[in-house]
């Protein structure tokens, strides 16, 4: 199978490229300007097993918000464009990750209906420059793109990294 997809999305606020391969061997080349953002999708491109290239610039002078949601937006749509008429795959999955100090569970149905919902600890504060509770907005946007109901659950955890990092890695 040759399931790979190429976004290009083009805003007043930002220019994003995302190339991805779901049989690609987990491999990424990610530059966005926001480096927290960075870390977490080459977490997520490895453990997922895809290979993802993302090139994107934004408005990130005033905050990182367009980036954030519009990388979740591109990220989404060549994940439903690669998955096509979704043959051979499983339609339901989740992981849980340990993470330190943390767990967390994620779990999804790809059906085609777009969903979000988190239950955790609250995802508010900094990790480096990053306002961690934009999280939640990159995720949306990429469960509404990509089709996906996603299901977020964070048992507990204290340090916000780990919290992020077992979300991704899931």
Do not use: C
């Not at 999305?9 to 991805?20: D, F, H, M, N, P």
């Amino acid at each position: 199978m040759n399931r790979t997809a190429l976004v290009e999305r083009k805003t007043a606020e930002t220019a994003i490229r995302v190339e991805l391969a779901l049989e690609g061997g987990a491999t990424s080349a990610i530059s966005t300007p926001v480096p927290f953002l960075d870390h977490m999708l080459e977490l997520f491109a490895f453990h997922s097993g895809f290979t993802l290239a993302v090139k994107a610039s934004g408005d990130t002078e005033i905050d990182d918000h367009h980036t954030v949601e519009d990388l979740g937006i591109a990220l989404g749509q060549p994940l439903r464009q690669a998955l096509g008429d979704k043959a051979g795959i499983a339609r339901y999955g989740f992981f849980l990750m340990p993470m330190d100090e943390t767990l967390a569970t994620v779990s999804l149905d790809i059906s085609g209906r777009a969903l979000y919902r988190y239950s955790g600890p609250e995802i508010r504060g900094k990790s480096g420059t990053f306002d961690t509770e934009l999280v939640h907005e990159f995720l949306r946007a990429f469960a509404a793109n990509a089709g996906l109901t996603l299901h977020v659950l964070v048992q507990y955890g204290d340090n916000l990294h780990h919290i992020l990092e077992a979300i991704f890695k899931a």
